[in-house]
């Protein structure tokens, strides 16, 4: 990860550095497949439209929550967002799939997450570009979704 000169990084800084310790990249965004890990395999499924349009803003809550991108943390972020508010089939789906196998893991953590969410909007609800988004300063982002302070 880059040291960073300010407290407050941009968006696009603090999604490089989860990208990076993720062992993720941009160029998943537009792949045909996913590779989903199950147990000890990985099953490539289809990338669907409905899910590349998601997965960009999708990326951007877990930097700004901070919900991790291993199971738990993708149930969080599943359960984070379906309260803070889906407005596709496929993110009600592949939500509703991940906060699923989190309640068998660690249904605390995906109820918290589910709670924290009270009163809080997602970006898929936002109406804001996703480049436009990666100007702004974290900070900014936190509170756009109704997360100030956090």
Same mark, same amino acid.
């Given at each position: 990860?880059?040291?960073?000169?300010?407290?407050?990084?941009?968006?696009?800084?603090?999604?490089?550095?989860?990208?990076?310790?993720?062992?993720?990249?941009?160029?998943?965004?537009?792949?045909?497949?996913?590779?989903?890990?199950?147990?000890?395999?990985?099953?490539?499924?289809?990338?669907?439209?409905?899910?590349?349009?998601?997965?960009?803003?999708?990326?951007?809550?877990?930097?700004?929550?901070?919900?991790?991108?291993?199971? *738990? &943390?993708?149930?969080?972020?599943?359960?984070?967002? !379906? =309260?803070? %508010?889906?407005?596709?089939?496929?993110?009600? $789906?592949?939500?509703?799939?991940?906060?699923?196998?989190?309640?068998?893991?660690?249904?605390?953590?995906?109820?918290?997450?589910?709670?924290?969410?009270?009163?809080?909007?997602?970006?898929?609800? *936002? &109406?804001?570009?996703?480049?436009?988004?990666?100007? !702004? =300063?974290? %900070?900014?982002?936190?509170?756009?979704?109704? $997360?100030?302070?956090?």
């Amino acid at each position: 990860m880059a040291h960073r000169s300010t407290t407050d990084p941009t968006v696009a800084e603090a999604l490089d550095d989860f990208l990076e310790a993720n062992g993720f990249s941009t160029d998943a965004y537009d792949s045909p497949t996913v590779p989903i890990p199950f147990g000890p395999w990985t099953i490539p499924l289809p990338s669907t439209p409905g899910r590349r349009a998601l997965v960009r803003f999708h990326d951007l809550h877990h930097v700004a929550t901070g919900y991790g991108a291993d199971y *738990v &943390g993708e149930a969080e972020i599943g359960a984070w967002e !379906l =309260r803070a %508010g889906c407005d596709t089939l496929a993110a009600w $789906l592949y939500n509703g799939l991940a906060v699923s196998a989190g309640l068998v893991l660690n249904p605390l953590r995906v109820w918290r997450a589910f709670r924290r969410a009270r009163s809080m909007r997602t970006l898929y609800r *936002v &109406g804001r570009p996703y480049e436009e988004l990666l100007d !702004l =300063r974290l %900070g900014e982002l936190r509170a756009l979704i109704g $997360l100030e302070g956090a």
